[in-house]
């Protein structure tokens, strides 16, 4: 069963990423030293790097019942960030968030996880889970506030390439069982 391509919650609006969507999401957070500090991706450098998210996404789309999205707010439709979900298995995924950083501080990653939740639910999700640096206390209090709860430290585990280069950084898993 796919998931829906687009998803409206009380202020957001999530939608499967298009590549006509390149320059802003190169622009409002993907090149952002800031905003991609605690990302376990490298920060976008050219709009190439973009563009090859973009595709990345299609292919996701493709081989599961969802993947990235978009995440706009309903009042004027400006892109705020993303979300999504990366499927492992059929019944196991990772969820995360990005903003851009005038959307921080709003309520916009909480809502935007609780959508995943809903979404992750809708294709048969059993295991939804996420991990977090754990110097990243603003994203582990949205993890918590979306009922997922802490499993533990994973130590010496993932890169943050904008934070610590060639490092491997612990992390907490958070994981919700549907």
């Known amino acids: 069963m796919k998931a829906l391509e687009t998803i409206e919650s009380a202020r957001l609006v999530l939608q499967c990423p298009q590549l006509a969507d390149a320059e802003a999401v190169f622009a409002r957070y993907a090149s952002d030293p800031v905003v991609t500090r605690f990302v376990g991706w490298a920060r976008h450098a050219s709009l190439g790097d973009t563009e090859a998210f973009l595709a990345f996404s299609k292919a996701e789309w493709g081989l599961w019942p969802a993947g990235p999205y978009l995440i706009r707010s309903r009042a004027d439709g400006a892109l705020l960030g993303s979300t999504g979900l990366a ?15 005038d959307a921080w501080g709003k309520g916009y990653a909480t809502e935007a996880l609780q959508a995943m939740v809903g979404v992750a639910r809708s294709v048969g999700i059993r295991r939804l889970y996420a991990i977090c640096h754990t110097e990243h206390r603003a994203s582990w209090r949205v993890l918590e506030k979306c ?11 993932l890169e943050f ?18």
């Open 87 to 101: 499927f492992e298995t059929a019944h196991r995924a990772s969820t995360g968030y990005v903003l851009s950083r």
């Open 147 to 157: 009922g997922f709860l802490r499993e533990g430290v994973l130590h010496q585990y």
């Open 161 to 178: 390439p904008n934070l610590r280069p060639g490092e491997l950084s612990d992390v907490f898993c958070y994981a919700l069982l549907l």
